[in-house]
């Protein structure tokens, strides 16, 4: 087994919480600016 074997999974879980914080981060902005328009429309 090589190192590249060894990291392989490791990068794939890199990715996905990349890829999960990157949703996270989106959806509370997204909450963010309709709270925003939420509070200019009062």
């Known amino acids: ?3 590249w ?3 392989t ?3 794939g879980l890199t ?3 990349i890829v999960g ?3 996270s981060l989106a ?3 997204h909450t ?3 709270g ?3 509070v200019s429309l009062l």
């Open 27 to 29: 959806g509370i902005a």
């Open 21 to 23: 914080v990157g949703i």
């Open 15 to 17: 990715v996905i919480g």
């Open 9 to 11: 999974p490791g990068i």
């Open 1 to 3: 087994m090589s190192d």
């Open 32 to 34: 963010f600016v309709e």
């Open 36 to 38: 925003m328009h939420a």
């Open 5 to 7: 074997d060894l990291l």
